[in-house]
């Protein structure tokens, strides 16, 4: 096969707190999050606090993630 597995994907540079596209109906491993606001603790999740932060709320020890939930996410293009 020419996936990686996803404890892989760290490895390949994908920085951590990317948000991907994925079609599938489950999560592929517990490490993935669903971008639906789900509030998290920080000593849990320390890679992703640091790269999020409380972007997307949260106070103390919990942090947020963002909420697509609804959301229609678009790229802006760089026209010269």
């Known amino acids: 096969s020419d996936l ?19 079609a599938g109906i489950n999560l592929p491993s ?3 999050k669903w971008t639906n606001g789900e509030n998290l603790n920080k000593q849990d999740y320390p ?11 949260g106070s103390g020890n919990q942090f947020n993630l963002p909420d697509t939930r609804d959301e229609f ?4 293009g760089n026209a010269n």
Do not use: D, K, Q
Not at 5 to 20: A, C, M, Q, S, Y
């Open 47 to 57: 890679e992703l606090f640091n790269a999020i932060g409380f972007t997307y709320g």
């Open 4 to 22: 990686y597995p996803f404890n892989e994907v760290p490895r390949l540079g994908v920085p951590v707190g990317t948000v991907i596209y994925y």
């Open 30 to 32: 517990e490490e993935w």
């Open 73 to 76: 996410i678009r790229s802006t």
